[in-house]
């Protein structure tokens, strides 16, 4: 096997280490559903298997199906969420064996393939880049879910550095043109194809995300019940939720405090804040006199090196993300102080724009100029429209096969049980 090889080895390996880690935990509290918001941990165990033995087994390398007759229990757009417990899915040993014999043979399927041939999913090993980032997204899911659980003791922490408070607010971003999306990153995903220019007018973006104490002090001003700074959906939201403060917070004592992973702790207000939902995002931005960045507005500032007219793969530039530039792979639990990375800034000067928390724009999902689908519809282009908003960036719970300063996420705007903060900007020049 080759190095390219074993480092594709390698990421499984280790991908897969992380699923039996977030569910090592007791079986009940596997095949239980916390949340009609998100599947019992055993289904999404189970479903990534599934979609390896798909796209590397079958699709890949042509061999004939394991067990046919579960597709249609781990197919994600068959059944709703809420609706999974009801089926009929493996239990956690079985889930785990299933698994483990896909597996095998997929690293058999490794040793063997050629990933220099004409076959798009062979090359560049971009089927094992899909199914690798795949389960790393539901490693990220699980996690949510183990959140929402409320136990403690099942997701292990870490230490980060500390913060620094000195920097400027904002960072300015001249107006101009820049390559928007990749042509050129073999495992992007195909909403974040092709390269376009992007032409933009000059605007201000935060250096950092907005943290908790700047978000506690819209709490404090009446923000929640003012419905000057909502739009009118975000107001029948915040009213039909009884929404007062980010999901996990209660205020108790004259203080904030959060429910962590089954720990209540007070609320670190250095840190960005987590658990808001893009109306929540949009209303905090209309109180503080700003608005929530464009996505191409977020990817300029993100991954754009003006000086040699070309986007870098992660803001600070090509190296791998290490732990003195950002929060990625679950080094903690929770995000890093605001400033603890400088050495990961952009060429524009923004800092933790990967990592930490999942930024939510002010942009719907749509496609790129261009757009193929590849390898198939439902990853992406059935999700185009008016109902979804992007979130850039990855959290501290994103793996870095996951995250690049062109990768996009996108959910419903109501979501907050995901990993989810944001940064303010606006429009002027300097």
């Known amino acids: 096997m080759n190095d390219f090889k074993e480092r594709i080895a390698a990421e499984l390996i280790a991908v897969r280490d992380r699923s039996?880690?977030?569910?090592?935990?007791?079986?009940?509290?596997?095949?239980?559903?916390?949340?009609?918001?998100?599947?019992?941990?055993?289904?999404?165990?189970?479903?990534?298997?599934?979609?390896?033995?798909?796209?590397?087994?079958?699709?890949?390398?042509?061999?004939?199906?394991?067990?046919?007759?579960?597709?249609?229990?781990?197919?994600?757009?068959?059944?709703?969420?809420?609706?999974?417990?009801?089926?009929?899915?493996?239990?956690?040993?079985?889930?785990?064996?299933?698994?483990?014999?896909?597996?095998?043979?997929?690293?058999?399927?490794?040793?063997?393939?050629?990933l220099e041939g004409p076959d798009p999913l062979h090359r560049d090993g971009f089927v094992f880049g899909l199914v690798i980032q795949h389960e790393h997204q539901h490693d990220e899911t699980m996690l949510a879910t183990l959140q929402l659980s409320g136990q403690l003791g099942l997701v292990g922490d870490g230490d980060l550095p500390p913060g620094r408070s000195a920097g400027p607010e904002e960072v300015f971003v001249p107006a101009g043109a820049f390559l928007m999306g990749t042509g050129t990153l073999p495992w992007a995903y195909d909403n974040e194809r092709p390269a376009h220019r992007v032409d933009l007018p000059a605007y201000w973006i935060d250096r950092l995300?907005?943290?908790?104490?700047?978000?506690?002090?819209?709490?404090?001003?009446?923000?929640?019940?003012?419905?000057?700074?909502?739009?009118?959906?975000?107001?029948?939201?915040?009213?039909?939720?009884?929404?007062?403060?980010?999901?996990?917070?209660?205020?108790?004592?004259?203080?904030?405090?959060?429910?962590?992973?089954?720990?209540?702790?007070?609320?670190?207000?250095?840190?960005?804040?987590?658990?808001?939902?893009?109306?929540e995002a949009d209303a905090y931005a209309r109180w503080a006199g700003k608005r929530l960045p464009t996505e191409a507005e977020w990817e300029k500032a993100c991954g754009w090196d003006p000086r040699i007219g070309r986007a870098r793969r992660y803001p600070w530039g090509e190296q791998a993300p290490g732990s003195d530039r950002a929060n990625l792979g679950h080094r903690a639990a929770h995000p890093a102080p605001l400033g603890a990375y400088p050495a990961g800034a952009s060429a524009y000067g923004a800092e933790q724009m990967v990592g930490d928390v999942w930024e939510w724009t002010a942009s719907w999902f749509q496609p790129y100029p261009g757009f193929r689908s590849f390898p198939?519809?439902?990853?992406?282009?059935?999700f185009f429209g008016r109902e979804y908003r992007v979130l850039r960036g990855g959290s501290w719970a994103a793996d870095p096969a996951a995250v690049r300063t062109t990768f996009r996420?996108?959910?419903?705007?109501?979501?907050?049980?995901?990993?989810?903060?944001?940064?303010?900007?606006?429009?002027?020049?300097?």
């Open 20 to 114: 039996l880690t977030y569910t090592a935990a007791d079986d009940d509290l596997l095949v239980r559903q916390h949340s009609p918001l998100m599947s019992p941990l055993v289904w999404d165990l189970a479903h990534v298997g599934n979609y390896e033995e798909l796209w590397v087994l079958r699709e890949a390398a042509g061999i004939d199906p394991l067990r046919p007759e579960i597709d249609d229990i781990y197919d994600a757009f068959k059944t709703p969420r809420k609706d999974r417990p009801s089926l009929p899915i493996l239990g956690p040993a079985e889930a785990r064996r299933y698994i483990e014999g896909v597996r095998g043979r997929v690293l058999d399927v490794l040793d063997t393939i050629d």
């Open 209 to 279: 995300p907005v943290g908790n104490r700047a978000y506690a002090a819209f709490i404090e001003d009446g923000g929640y019940d003012d419905p000057r700074w909502w739009s009118a959906e975000g107001w029948q939201w915040r009213w039909r939720s009884g929404a007062f403060a980010p999901l996990f917070w209660v205020r108790d004592g004259g203080a904030w405090w959060r429910t962590r992973f089954g720990r209540t702790e007070p609320v670190p207000m250095d840190e960005p804040v987590q658990h808001v939902c893009w109306y």
């Open 376 to 382: 198939y519809k439902e990853y992406s282009e059935v």
């Open 409 to 430: 996420n996108w959910d419903y705007p109501i979501r907050r049980q995901i990993f989810t903060g944001f940064r303010c900007a606006r429009s002027g020049p300097a």
